[in-house]
């Protein structure tokens, strides 16, 4: 890839013959080319890198000056009663009671290995959770896929097709209509009449067509 890129970056050099370029060809011929586009593309991704940690670091410290104590608050979703040996006990096991850097260290060193805890909620692994919903997900992204398409191409065509006519009205109204109405609410109402009037799925959890 370097040096296709290094190659077109010479001709594009050699025909525009400024000041900039013929630095760059001299660069390039004394230096070795490949070595100067790498060193080009570590200079351009750096920022990148930075701004990601630098995102993700933020991220971390809002969520430890967030209000309320994460331990009460997981204890007493759990059903317990927080005394104050319990709380200090969850925090002991949480991490929460280690300094703010370690425990930025600690969670960032386990999502890079792959250890995101355990949901306390259900007592099981993150990692274990997260992989038995990517099934459903993607049957879920693939069928609304699939029904965008089944909809949305016939529907174009039939637009350019009756151009400037009331079919052609009918599809920009509804298109309209589709953008400017929130998803969520779209959702809800899908819900309402597919889930909780025709019963053909399941409101939550993994649902499956059936006769009404």
Same mark, same amino acid.
């Given at each position: @890839?370097?040096?296709?890129?290094?190659?077109?970056?010479?001709?594009?050099? #050699? #025909?525009?013959?400024? !000041? =900039?370029?013929?630095?760059?060809?001299?660069?390039?011929?004394?230096?070795?080319?490949?070595?100067?586009?790498?060193?080009?593309?570590?200079?351009?991704?750096?920022?990148?890198?930075?701004? %990601?940690?630098? !995102?993700?670091?933020? %991220?971390?410290?809002?969520?430890?000056?967030?209000?309320?104590?994460?331990?009460? *608050? @997981?204890?007493?979703?759990?059903?317990?009663?927080?005394?104050?040996?319990?709380?200090?006990?969850?925090? #002991?096991?949480?991490?929460?009671?280690?300094?703010?850097?370690?425990?930025?260290?600690?969670?960032?060193?386990?999502?890079? $290995? +792959?250890?995101?805890?355990?949901?306390?909620?259900?007592?099981?692994?993150?990692?274990?959770?997260?992989?038995?919903?990517?099934?459903? $997900?993607?049957?879920? =992204?693939?069928?609304?896929?699939? *029904?965008?398409?089944? *909809?949305?191409?016939?529907? +174009? *065509?039939?637009?350019?097709?009756?151009?400037?006519?009331?079919? !052609?009205?009918?599809?920009?109204?509804?298109?309209?209509?589709?953008?400017?109405?929130?998803?969520?609410?779209?959702?809800?109402?899908?819900?309402?009449?597919?889930?909780?009037?025709?019963?053909?799925? $399941?409101?939550?959890?993994? =649902?499956?067509?059936?006769?009404?």
């Amino acid at each position: @890839m370097y040096r296709a890129v290094l190659l077109m970056r010479r001709r594009n050099a #050699a #025909a525009s013959g400024s !000041d =900039a370029d013929r630095r760059y060809l001299r660069a390039v011929n004394s230096n070795g080319g490949e070595k100067v586009e790498q060193e080009k593309h570590r200079q351009k991704a750096g920022p990148d890198c930075d701004r %990601t940690d630098g !995102d993700r670091f933020f %991220t971390f410290g809002l969520t430890y000056l967030s209000p309320g104590d994460p331990a009460e *608050i @997981m204890l007493t979703e759990c059903g317990n009663v927080p005394t104050p040996e319990l709380l200090e006990k969850t925090r #002991a096991e949480l991490g929460l009671d280690k300094p703010f850097l370690v425990q930025y260290g600690t969670w960032l060193k386990g999502v890079m $290995t +792959g250890d995101m805890g355990t949901s306390y909620s259900m007592k099981v692994p993150v990692v274990d959770k997260l992989v038995s919903c990517f099934r459903p $997900t993607l049957e879920l =992204a693939l069928a609304s896929l699939v *029904i965008m398409v089944l *909809i949305s191409v016939p529907l +174009g *065509i039939l637009s350019a097709v009756c151009r400037n006519k009331w079919v !052609d009205y009918l599809v920009r109204a509804l298109t309209f209509l589709g953008v400017s109405v929130p998803n969520f609410w779209i959702g809800l109402i899908l819900l309402s009449i597919f889930g909780v009037t025709l019963r053909w799925v $399941t409101v939550s959890g993994e =649902a499956r067509i059936s006769n009404p």
